[in-house]
């Protein structure tokens, strides 16, 4: 069974954001609906219920996405207000599979815009595909940025 990648994955609408966050927490680390739930402080029904509803309170939201460990809610939230949203690199160096991933990513936004001018592609599609090779693109930028200063590893393990 090949490894489901999450990294891709661009959340539709607020019901489809919250979903994503709870499959994710489900798939990566084995919590359910009642963990999260309790993680936060409220009942799995209330959580069922902002997916149902397409809503979530505010100050909910980043407990929400902490105890899943995912970003979907506020990626959707920044998207939805026509503003791109990229994880600050820690100023490592990219391995090849980053630069792979940066090369597929920009090679299916062409593919993408290509079929969409031609009348072959769905407007839904070609925006999340340009969008995650904008987000890949812009992250590599920060990398790059940071390269002469990097990030200290203050709570990495090490000699003394």
């Known amino acids: 069974m090949a490894r489901k990648r999450w990294k891709p994955v661009q959340p539709q609408n607020m019901q489809h954001a919250i979903r994503l966050c709870l499959d994710y927490a489900l798939h990566k680390h084995n919590r359910s609906v009642?963990?999260?739930?309790?993680?936060?402080?409220?009942s799995e029904w209330t959580i069922y219920k902002w997916m149902s509803e397409a809503s979530i309170p505010s100050k909910r939201i980043r407990?929400?996405?902490?105890?899943?460990?995912?970003?979907?809610?506020t990626q959707h939230l920044a998207a939805s207000a026509q503003k791109l949203v990229i994880d600050i690199p820690s100023g490592?160096?990219?391995?090849?599979?980053?630069?792979?991933?940066?090369?597929?990513?920009?090679?299916?936004?062409?593919?993408?815009?290509?079929?969409?001018y031609r009348g072959d592609a769905e407007t839904p599609d070609v925006l999340q595909g340009v969008t995650r090779a904008m987000q890949d693109l812009a992250g590599h930028r920060e990398n790059v940025r940071k390269h002469d200063a990097p990030e200290l590893g203050l709570f990495e393990g090490g000699t003394e």
């Open 63 to 73: 407990p929400f996405e902490f105890a899943c460990d995912a970003t979907f809610v």
């Open 92 to 116: 490592k160096g990219a391995g090849q599979r980053d630069l792979l991933d940066l090369q597929n990513a920009l090679n299916e936004a062409v593919s993408l815009l290509t079929q969409f």
């Open 34 to 42: 009642a963990q999260i739930g309790e993680l936060i402080g409220v």
